[in-house]
């Protein structure tokens, strides 16, 4: 009888302590540059919970041993930690993020002597073609003719025109256009690569239940829900949400 009860307390106690463990929480401060960083998101990645830090920077959420914390803000680079024992224990841990800079292209100046007199009558002669516009201050008196066709003129269209605006002289040229056209594209292409590397196929194949070769299938059947357009603007909470929703269905309609 004593055996069986020592036996009863014993599993009782290992049961409390994989409760406890499965329900600890990790407080901590981020940092960047010295200073707290507020509205950072923190998202653990494994059970899709998230939270926000304070003014302080200080956050709490909820994590055990191996779970992987990924931490984000707009003006710094998204930083991610896998949860130790050691973090679990400790009272308080303190999370760095990188400032986020744009680095300018190095530029080569040649042909300088260093003698700032010399150097100015090396600057080449303006070859910009110069207007022959005169202007006099009777100017402003003048009265200008009425216009003849008022609201229903026709608006000057081309093929890449949108709306009676046209994109290729507003964008300095068909080249430029094409080159912003391109930006856009390549920008769509990668958005599903970086989100699904953001959040890891162990997040995707065992929460979400999206086999591994159609993780990017669904990702673009989310996409009608502007999570792109959220990813860009750091709302990495709002799209784990709709994620979440998406694969009900999309699980329903693949299997």
Do not use: W
């Not at 680079?77 to 303190?94: A, F, G, P, Y």
């Amino acid at each position: 009888m004593k055996l069986k009860l020592t036996n009863l307390v014993l599993l009782l106690i290992l049961t409390l302590n994989c409760f406890a463990q499965n329900n600890s929480k990790i407080v901590g401060t981020i940092l960047g540059e010295n200073s707290f960083v507020k509205d950072a998101h923190i998202i653990n990645v494994n059970n899709g919970l998230g939270t926000i830090s304070n003014i302080n920077g200080e956050f709490q959420i909820s994590a055990k041993v191996n779970d992987i914390l990924l931490f984000s803000s707009i003006q710094y680079e998204r930083k991610k930690i896998k949860v130790t024992e050691q973090m679990l224990t400790s009272k308080e841990i303190i999370v760095d993020l990188i400032s986020l800079v744009n680095m300018l292209k190095e530029i080569t100046i040649t042909k300088l002597t260093g003698d700032l007199y010399v150097d100015i009558k090396g600057i080449p002669e303006d070859t910009t073609p110069k207007h022959n516009f005169t202007y006099d201050i009777s100017d402003l008196y003048k009265t200008l003719p009425a216009d003849q066709h008022g609201s229903r003129a026709a608006p000057v269209l081309s093929p890449l025109s949108s709306g009676g605006i046209n994109l290729a002289s507003l964008f300095g040229g068909k080249s430029s256009v094409d080159r912003i056209l391109k930006r856009k594209l390549s920008k769509k292409k990668q958005f599903p690569i970086k989100l699904r590397k953001t959040l890891g196929d162990y997040y995707f194949i065992t929460y979400l239940k999206i086999p591994e070769e159609k993780i990017f299938n669904f990702i673009s059947y989310c996409e009608y829900r502007n999570i792109a357009q959220k990813f860009d603007n750091n709302k990495l909470m709002e799209i784990i949400e709709i994620l979440k929703e998406e694969s009900i269905s999309y699980n329903e309609i693949s299997h």
